[in-house]
């Protein structure tokens, strides 16, 4: 047996570079890791498989050539073990390829993969078919018609070609690799056709091209399946529009089938069979896509409801929002129900987040959500409107309301237990039902009116909604609005009330009085509009125009002549301003008035906000040489330990002291005040000056001199009156036919000696700031 030396170097050399093509294929497997290693291994098998076909092939196809007389039978056989290889090799390649990172997320878009290969598959051989067949038969007479082994060989380049199109079309860009991978697989299944084909028709040359494509194809793969991979992202699997993939593969199968029967061709049942292939592959893409848009939809309105549920529901409490709450409100308004709306709002959670943190208040608000669902009755429902505010839609009659009402007044003003300690807060509710038609938007209002209210009533507690309400708000709304212009309009006065010396009762200071006429709403008074100032921000510009005008009205005072000082009330936001010192010195320095000759009243209310706080902005005041008056004495929240801390120089005695209503009578003497009688001993023991406050009667003012008191101040000396008035009071005081009042009989417990004074003015007394650092000390 000779064998031609060129051939048997086209061999070796085919089956050593195949050898080394696997062999890198293979390592290029196990250097893989992660899910990805099993696409790698397939196409490393698929290899193998491919190199022992390759072997096989080559070996029969030398042996053909040296024993020329080789029984057809035999060469069919190889041929038809050739094929088999092929197909298997292909089988595998396809596997791999379905199997690589990007190309197919899921079993279902692995499916529609394979079908769309098939597609495009049945159409490759289906166009080989006519090519090769009668008439055409583009070979010629080496078209191997009789060699019914190669069948499947031809079957397996088809799919695998048809497979490796579209993986290289659907694979995540980069495509170079699929691509590459593809080309290859694609070429070695092809190379093995052509080995099983040389070996039908005895044609060892036709196989040696065969194997060199054959050996081709795995360094192709070889090349590619070494490379790393891309950085992993994710595949969705989306329906995509493939529908060219179906249009295509059937417009070649349709122009083929023309072409066919126009050239006088008949179809036999492989023609039959592959266009009956195609068309099932068709049918079931078409179901699979169908499955998959149903499968999407169903998915998409599983989305969407989960996503509606989201948008009505609060997220911290599982309650419904306000958006949800809206929703239940329009279909209770639609169904025509009677229905009430309860308007919560937790009382003191401000201090919670401050003090405690966010974390513990996000716990609380859970708690308050878990405790309304609760208590509240099959239908009912509880939402969160944002931050502390809760609302509860009822459905039902009023009456059913208020017993709702009072138990969650109970249930959520329970300790609120965390690590750290309980929690504990209170509520407030505002109940409102339909006023007539439906109307959600005013329903809403209404009870946030009455929740309101219920706060301005002192919070705890149930309002329900009243159409006075309205009124209240409306004339709220007014005056805050018409306060923001009202110094520019030139409509706010300052009254000044006199401070009398006692007991001549002649005036010797004045208390500047805020007073305000409007043109329409008439005079406003200062219990309404204060407070609004004070919530708005307004506060600071009003008392910067009450220093100005009352130390404007005092330098002129002074520059005719009176000895006299005048008093201007701070509120406790001013006092806490940073600028209100400077603001006092300049006011000071504008208007050339004597510090001492300016009394700052602060209220005791705040004295209960921060007390060294509020004792250092006193003792800055007073070292702008001003005086500082703690008015209101004994309204309720002065105790000793803080009077004798605080900077002051004047006690102002409230009238609920001055107006007793059992005065002592002792039997050597008239009836007098005794607590205003103490007040005086420990004012004096203080060094502090004391002002009798709300004298309206002769009696009091006799109480109140019996008691040493030496400043009174009230109706029976004078209400607030414009400046020009007091003005002529102070000159009728000083001229000279004025004569002093009698003093009232002045009798009654023995008085510390009073502290030597000016006789109209009080003097200041020693900074006592060395003394209270070391009380805060100890």
């Known amino acids: 047996m000779q064998f031609p030396p060129g051939m048997v170097a086209v061999a070796v050399l085919c089956g050593l570079v195949a050898a080394a093509a696997t062999a890198l294929s293979a390592a290029g497997a196990l250097r893989r890791a992660g899910p990805h290693r099993q696409a790698y291994a397939l196409l490393a098998a698929a290899s193998g498989v491919a190199l022992v076909t390759l072997l096989v092939g080559v070996a029969v196809a030398l042996s053909v050539a040296g024993h020329a007389g080789q029984a057809p039978d035999r060469r069919m056989g190889w041929a038809g073990v050739v094929s088999i290889g092929t197909a298997v090799s292909g089988l595998v390649f396809s596997a791999g390829l379905l199997r690589l990172p990007g190309v197919a997320a899921t079993a279902a878009a692995t499916a529609r993969l394979a079908l769309d290969g098939l597609v495009v598959a049945t159409a490759l051989w289906f166009v080989g078919w006519v090519i090769f067949s009668e008439p055409t038969r583009l070979l010629g007479d080496a078209t191997p018609v009789a060699c019914v082994p190669i069948l499947l060989a031809t079957v397996s380049a088809a799919l695998t070609a048809g497979l490796a199109l579209i993986v290289a079309f659907r694979a995540p860009p980069p495509r170079g690799r699929a691509a590459r991978l593809g080309a290859g697989a694609t070429a070695v299944t092809c190379g093995g056709l052509g080995i099983a084909t040389g070996l039908c028709q005895a044609g060892p040359g036709m196989a040696l091209v065969g194997a060199g494509v054959l050996a081709a194809g795995l360094v192709a793969a070889a090349s590619a399946a070494r490379r790393p991979d891309a950085a992993d992202r994710p595949a969705p699997d989306l329906i995509r529009r493939d529908g060219a993939y179906a249009f295509v593969p059937m417009f070649a199968m349709a122009a083929s089938a023309m072409y066919h029967l126009l050239q006088d061709g008949r179809f036999d049942a492989l023609g039959i069979v592959a266009g009956s292939v195609e068309g099932f592959a068709l049918v079931t893409r078409q179901y699979l896509t169908l499955h998959d848009v149903r499968g999407y939809a169903r998915r998409l309105a599983e989305r969407e409801a989960h996503f509606r549920e989201l948008a009505h529901t609060d997220q911290l409490t599982a309650l419904a929002n306000r958006r949800g709450l809206l929703q239940a409100l329009h279909r209770c308004a639609e169904a025509g129900a009677p229905c009430v709306l309860l308007g919560l709002d937790l009382d003191g959670f401000k201090h919670v987040n401050d003090m405690r943190g966010h974390d513990v208040g996000d716990a609380v608000l859970a708690e308050v959500g878990e405790r309304l669902r609760a208590n509240l009755r099959p239908g009912d429902v509880a939402a969160r409107l944002g931050g502390d505010e809760f609302a509860v839609l009822m459905h039902g009659q009023p009456a059913d309301a208020d017993r709702v009402a009072e138990r969650l007044l109970g249930v959520l003003g329970r300790a609120y237990d965390q690590p750290e300690g309980p929690v504990f807060l209170s509520v407030s509710i505002g109940v409102a039902g339909w006023t007539g038609e439906p109307d959600v938007e ?251 406050e709300g004298v309206t009667t002769p009696t009091e003012l006799a109480a109140v001199v019996a008691a040493g008191c030496r400043f009174g101040q009230g109706a029976l000396f004078g209400w607030g009156v414009p400046a020009e008035h007091l003005e002529a009071m102070l000159e009728a005081a000083t001229s000279p036919g004025a004569r002093p009042a009698p003093a009232p009989a002045a009798a009654g417990p023995p008085a510390s000696p009073p502290p030597r004074r000016l006789p109209t003015l009080p003097a200041p007394r020693p900074s006592r700031q060395g003394s209270a650092q070391v009380e805060r000390g100890s």
């Open 442 to 692: 005013l329903l809403l209002r209404h009870a946030d009116l009455a929740l309101r209210y219920a706060k301005q009533r002192g919070k705890n507690r149930i309002e329900r909604y009243d159409a006075a309400y309205d009124q209240l708000l409306r004339r709220r709304t007014t005056v805050e609005h018409e306060l923001r212009g009202a110094i520019e309009r030139d409509e706010l006065r300052l009254a000044f009330q006199p401070v009398a010396s006692l007991p001549s009762v002649r005036p010797v200071g004045a208390e500047a009085l805020l007073r305000w006429r409007h043109p329409v709403l008439g005079n406003v008074g200062p219990d309404e509009f204060i407070p609004l100032a004070e919530e708005c921000g307004m506060i600071a510009k009003l008392g910067a125009w009450v220093l100005h005008q009352a130390c404007h009205q005092l330098s002129r005072w002074l520059a005719d002549g009176h000895d006299v000082w005048v008093s201007v009330n701070v509120s406790p936001r001013e006092l806490h301003a940073p600028e209100y010192v400077v603001q006092v010195a300049e006011a000071l320095r504008a208007h050339r008035v004597p510090p001492q000759r300016l009394v700052l009243e602060v209220t005791e209310h705040a004295v209960a906000t921060d007390l060294d706080e509020l004792i250092r902005r006193l003792t800055a005041l007073r070292l702008t040489g001003v005086r500082i008056a703690l008015d209101d004495f004994g309204a309720g929240y002065s105790s000793l330990g803080q009077l004798r801390r605080l900077p002051i120089d004047i006690l102002k005695i409230d009238h609920g002291l001055v107006a007793e209503h059992e005065p002592v009578r002792p039997a050597d003497g008239p009836a007098f005040a005794p607590m205003v009688d103490i007040v005086m001993r420990l004012g004096h023991q203080f060094g502090l000056e004391v002002i009798a």
